[in-house]
T-cell receptor, first 114, second 115 residues
Framework: DGGITQSPKYLFRKEGQNVTLSCEQN?????MYWYRQDPGQGLRLIYY???????QKGDIAEGYSVSREKKESFPLTVTSAQKNPTAFYLC?????????????FGPGTRLTVT | GENVEQHPSTLSVQEGDSAVIKCTYS??????FPWYKQELGKRPQLIID?????GEKKDQRIAVTLNKTAKHFSLHITETQPEDSAVYFC??????????????FGKGTHLIIQP
């Protein structure tokens, strides 16, 4: 299951704190994505990046921020502005556009904010 | 934006029987439809996908059909086995020759294979 990694597996934070989730891939993929998974809600797109130094908002970007300074890394920051941050966060990557190439998912980070 | 509806939310079938999961999408421009399987505590993995220029695709016990006119697509699993128990997600996206875009997922179907 190498190729795309996320750390840590479990993360606990107090309300009001920003927290950054790590996503690294060694697949030489250009595109990277962040999804949020809640019970019974499927996966919802937060942000995606086609290439280094470029990223776009997904369907639920409010309260989140990202950066793409390196091809292999796409960290996600959950800010205190996110109303319901407790969720399972999945990072994914693909060679290129999702309409042409498979998205490979990382193992996920379960964030709990109390 | 795109909206994907998936039914049923839970499906229980006897081992050896067939299972069918259905999805509808709203944006007629969508042209790529993957299906992902997620076992408990694991990451989603692609099991099959179909593009809008194809009506049906098979891979051993798994098949996907697409009806562009009705804007729906379905996953068919034949001769179900215990290892097929998982949550299945359908998704849709638009590829227009440009850069990457994200997938819009359905809410998932929990498939239970009864021994």
């Amino acid at each position: 299951d190498g190729g795309i990694t996320q750390s840590p597996k479990y993360l606990f934070r107090k309300e009001g704190q920003n927290v950054t989730l790590s996503c690294e891939q060694n697949l030489n993929h250009d595109a990277m994505y962040w999804y949020r998974q809640d019970p019974g809600q499927g996966l919802r797109l937060i942000y995606y990046s086609q290439i280094v130094n470029d990223f776009q908002k997904g369907d639920i970007a409010e309260g989140y921020s990202v950066s793409r300074e390196k091809k292999e890394s796409f960290p996600l920051t959950v800010t205190s502005a996110q109303k319901n941050p407790t969720a399972f966060y999945l990072c994914a990557s693909s060679i290129g556009a999702s309409g042409r190439y498979e998205q490979y998912f990382g193992p996920g980070t379960r964030l709990t904010v109390t | 934006g795109e909206n994907v509806e998936q039914h049923p939310s839970t499906l229980s079938v006897q081992e050896g029987d067939s299972a069918v999961i259905k999805c509808t999408y709203s944006d007629s421009a969508s042209n790529y439809f993957p299906w992902y399987k997620q076992e408990l505590g694991k990451r989603p993995q692609l099991i099959i996908d179909i593009r809008s220029n194809v009506g049906e695709k098979k891979d051993q016990r798994i098949a996907v059909t697409l009806n562009k006119t009705a804007k729906h697509f379905s996953l068919h699993i034949t001769e179900t086995q215990p290892e097929d128990s998982a949550v299945y997600f359908c998704a849709a996206s638009i590829y227009s020759g440009g850069g990457a875009d994200g997938l819009t997922f359905g809410k998932g179907t929990h498939l239970i294979i009864q021994p």
